[in-house]
């Protein structure tokens, strides 16, 4: 599968073909969700997300996985060090031995990716090192602008849009952010060991909850309806970032919109999944079962081949100067 979707893409230099593969195993072992509704998009255009997805997972390891006795310090000069590769790379000197770097860059070139989405998600890692909570939801979005918003703005130049870019723009980072804030309510747990609290503390002190009383409930995996109630506030707040992002979908690619769709319907489904759990977040994580991915896989093809059909179709009437009877209408979003 690897080797056909760099083939379709026109990727043939060998240490190039390396790289992307290393982008992909990551994408397949940390990004499962995202994974699966990768494998809906055209065969040419999946290295490219794969790339962006590594590059993104190798940042984050840093600031997260570097190792547990690494300093902050450690961690900030490790991704000085990841950053500086990466700006010589988008200006055309290849890093040696950065396989991830090497990809990305390659993939920035070939999709015109503006560099300076890289430079914001970048000033959002290093946030990581030193910021543990944010005050309220404006600040959390200075910080999603760089973590989330800008790899839905990366992805718009590979999906492709039937509107001018800058009219799909705003959605395709709400996108990002809705993401994004589907994978802070899952972490609570995780986040807290770690430390962080992304969840608005305006938001939790309006339901009586702060650190302490969530670091009491994770550590006595007691629970407390206090906290249920600001989990969801969260929830109710992210399903309204859903909304902004759902006109997007339309304003895709028609084949790469199953692809998009399917992302957002399985992340929307880790919400469903977090309040049929009760909100436990803070003591189990929160999982869509194989059932659903499976019946949202099987939608997304079944859109993907309806989008191929008249992709082929349209190409024909062109080539022919011909118009159909029965126009193809484009897809609705869900």
Not at 157 to 184: C, D, I, K
Request: aromatic share 6%; proline share 5%; hydrophobic share 45%.
């Amino acid at each position: 599968m690897s080797r056909r979707e760099l083939d379709a893409a026109g990727i043939t230099d060998p240490a190039l073909r390396a790289a992307y593969e290393r982008c992909r195993r990551l994408n397949a072992r940390h990004g499962r969700t995202y994974f699966l509704a990768t494998r809906l998009l055209p065969a040419a255009r999946r290295p490219a997300v794969h790339a962006l997805y590594g590059f993104a997972r190798w940042a984050d390891d840093i600031v997260d996985d570097l190792g547990r006795a690494a300093t902050p310090a450690q961690r900030a000069a490790a991704l000085d060090r990841l950053e500086g590769r990466l700006r010589r790379a988008l200006d055309g000197f290849p890093p040696a031995g950065e396989p991830v770097v090497l990809a990305v860059a390659d993939t920035a070139a070939r999709y015109a990716i503006d560099p300076a989405h890289f430079t914001d998600f970048m000033a959002s890692m290093r946030t990581d090192l030193n910021v543990g909570a944010y005050a309220t939801y404006d600040s959390l979005c200075q910080y999603m602008h760089g973590s989330a918003a800008v790899i839905g703005l990366q992805m718009l130049p590979v999906l492709g849009t039937v509107v001018p870019r800058a009219e799909a723009a705003p959605h395709a980072a709400a996108l990002g952010v809705a993401f994004q804030l589907t994978n802070f309510l899952r972490d609570v747990g995780e986040d807290l060991d770690r430390g962080r609290v992304y969840l608005p503390e305006d938001l939790l002190a309006a339901h009586g909850v702060d650190r302490d009383l969530l670091l009491w409930s994770r550590s006595t995996g007691r629970g407390d309806r206090r906290i249920e109630a600001a989990l969801r506030a969260g929830e109710e707040l992210t399903r309204a970032v859903y909304r902004q992002a759902a006109p997007g979908l339309a304003m895709l690619d028609p084949v790469a919109r199953p692809c998009i769709r399917a992302a957002y319907v399985l992340y929307g489904s880790i919400l469903d999944a977090i309040a049929d759990d009760g909100y436990a977040v803070l003591h189990r994580r929160a999982v869509v079962s194989r059932r659903r991915r499976a019946a949202v896989a099987a939608d997304g093809l079944t859109r993907l081949a309806a989008a191929r059909f008249a992709a082929r179709h349209r190409a024909r009437s062109a080539s022919t100067g011909t118009a159909s009877a029965c126009p193809v209408t484009a897809q609705k979003p869900a």
